[in-house]
């Protein structure tokens, strides 16, 4: 199976960043796309940002020119560096690696990320 491990939320004031990790490991075979998701209060979980095997990526229009999305396939790792953060953006954020090869999407636990006014 695969694990997924996000870390590097917090409590950050509006304005301020933040640098999220999914680290993955297990039985991964190539390189797979990968993203992040997250679910506020009360709200849907909804896309944040999408990176391909290929690095081709993706953002929700919300955090657009705010949020980078990369990933480190010598580490097995993913990030997604958030800048400018407003409350808003507070949730859980969680990391998702899609294994076409056996037909399963993977999912983190998920980091908590509150953004204070």
């Known amino acids: 199976q695969v694990q997924l491990v996000e870390s590097g939320g917090g409590l950050v004031q509006a304005g301020g960043s933040l640098r999220l990790s999914c680290a993955a490991s297990?039985?991964?075979?190539?390189?797979?796309?990968m993203g992040w998701y997250r679910q506020a209060p009360g709200k849907q979980r909804e896309l944040v940002a999408v990176?391909?095997?290929?690095?081709?990526?993706n953002y929700a229009d919300s955090v657009k020119d705010r949020f980078t999305i990369s990933r480190d396939n010598t580490k097995n790792t993913v990030y997604l560096q958030m800048n400018s953060l407003k409350p808003e953006d507070t949730a859980v954020y969680l990391c998702?690696?899609?294994?076409?090869?056996?037909?399963?999407?993977?999912w983190g636990k998920g980091t908590l990320v509150t953004v204070s006014s």
């Open positions: 998702n690696l899609d294994a076409p090869q056996n037909g399963m999407r993977y």
């Open positions: 297990g039985r991964i075979f190539g390189i797979n796309d």
């Open positions: 990176i391909t095997g290929g690095g081709r990526t």
